[in-house]
């Protein structure tokens, strides 16, 4: 049988599924080649985290601070958690540091009675303001970089080109 244009049922058929395919085709594949040619959004990570109220810190009383951080996998944004020991070291400074010991990276705590921070793995000790008191470790506590805004803490990331301590209300 001939259709009323002159292409058969066979014919017919077969544009058909054709345009079908490249209807289903282009749904499926034009999302596909946005995605990937795309910019991935511009979230940065790493940046600056809102890791505390300065209210909760008492002078010279170091303080194990939790927060959570974005970091770039791939294409694949990923929240991590990440801990700092912040120091109030005067009214209008605060540190914040790296949990990892300056040796080979143990974590280290802080003992109150003895006033210093002790890293059990090889017995470094470090003094409030970070100083190697004895033990193996090369340096001085690494510090992460911080800023103020209003009464909160941020705290940046250890490569970032800023001031690894703050004054507070700056
Ligand atoms: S890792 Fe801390 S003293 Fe060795």
Request: with cysteine; proline share 6%; charged share 20%.
């Amino acid at each position: 049988m001939v259709a009323s244009n002159g292409i058969g049922r066979r014919g017919f058929f077969g544009r058909a599924t054709q345009a079908l395919g490249a209807l289903i085709g282009g749904g499926l594949g034009i999302p596909a080649l946005i995605y990937l040619l795309k910019a991935p959004k511009s979230v940065s990570p790493g940046g600056w985290v809102d890791a505390m109220d300065l209210n909760l810190l008492k002078l010279r009383s170091p303080e194990e601070v939790t927060f959570r951080r974005l970091r770039k996998d791939g294409w694949k944004l990923i929240t991590e958690k990440s801990t700092a020991w912040v120091v109030k070291l005067s009214d209008s400074e605060v540190v914040a540091y790296s949990p990892q010991c300056t040796h080979l990276g143990c974590a280290y705590r802080w003992e109150e009675d003895k006033g210093e921070f002790i890293c059990p793995c090889h017995t470094t000790n470090f003094s409030i303001d970070g100083n190697v008191m004895g033990g193996p470790a090369p340096r001085p506590l690494d510090r992460f970089p911080v800023k103020t805004q209003g009464t909160r803490l941020l705290i940046g990331t250890i490569d970032s080109a800023q001031p690894t301590k703050t004054k507070m209300g700056a």
